[in-house]
T-cell receptor, first 114, second 113 residues
């Protein structure tokens, strides 16, 4: 069974540009969550989607957005990139919803903003 | 809101030593508790979990017990190996109908042969 696939693995962008990251969850999983990981702030929750609906959103500016498609694949978009957006972006997929549901993480996309 | 606190700083120890990483949490209701491990260049892997008070999660020689009275979920391993070198994150989920995880800052564990 294939795991969570994130593309691309590495990305370098210039300040002011926008970027789209992609996540393909495990087959059959309907929930996708996104996290930002930085050395200073650690792992922070961005948002969660289930059946194409955003269920939960973290405390990030509106420049961060996401969506989920009918096949459960998800994308997140960051517009007007800032240097502080440099981070490892992790996607997690889960079968359903609820506190007992196990999250499976992808390897992440390493975004560098220059 | 929900939050997780891990002990500060990296942990360096010799092979076969005893490992403890402290984790305490703040949450409303009854969260589920997790330990995740991250190897260099990789995403997070679930190491173990506990979903109710007094539950003990265990995997690969690691153990952690859900202590509601002390709001703690400390990770322990009796005899570490070099291959256990990684970053360890404590996390909690819930309550509520979502999968949002709150993570601690993580602890870098370095095991010296």
């Amino acid at each position: 069974k294939a795991g969570v696939t994130q593309t691309p693995r590495y990305l370098i962008k210039t300040r002011g540009q926008q970027v789209t990251l992609s996540c393909s969850p495990i087959s059959g999983h309907r929930s996708v969550s996104w996290y930002q990981q930085t050395p200073g702030q650690g792992l922070q929750f961005l948002f969660e989607y289930f059946s194409e609906t955003q269920r939960n959103k973290g405390n990030f500016p509106g420049r961060f957005s996401g969506r989920q498609f009918s096949n459960s694949r998800s994308e997140m978009n960051v517009s007007t990139l800032e240097l502080g957006d440099s981070a490892l972006y992790l996607c997690a997929s889960s079968l359903g919803l609820g506190r007992n549901t196990e999250a499976f993480f992808g390897q992440g996309t390493r975004l560098t903003v220059v | 809101g929900n939050s997780v606190t891990q002990m500060e700083g990296p942990v360096t120890l010799s092979e076969e030593a005893f490992l403890t990483i402290n984790c305490t949490y703040t949450a409303t209701g009854y969260p589920s508790l997790f330990w995740y491990v991250q190897y260099p260049g990789e995403g997070l892997q679930l190491l173990l979990k506990a979903t109710k008070a007094d539950d003990k999660g265990s995997n690969k020689g690691f153990e952690a017990t859900y202590r509601k009275e002390t709001t703690s979920f400390h990770l322990e391993k009796g005899s570490v190996q070099v291959s256990d070198s990684a970053v360890y994150f404590c996390a909690l989920s819930g309550p509520g109908g979502n999968n949002r995880l709150a993570f601690g800052k993580g602890n870098q564990v370095v095991v010296i042969p």
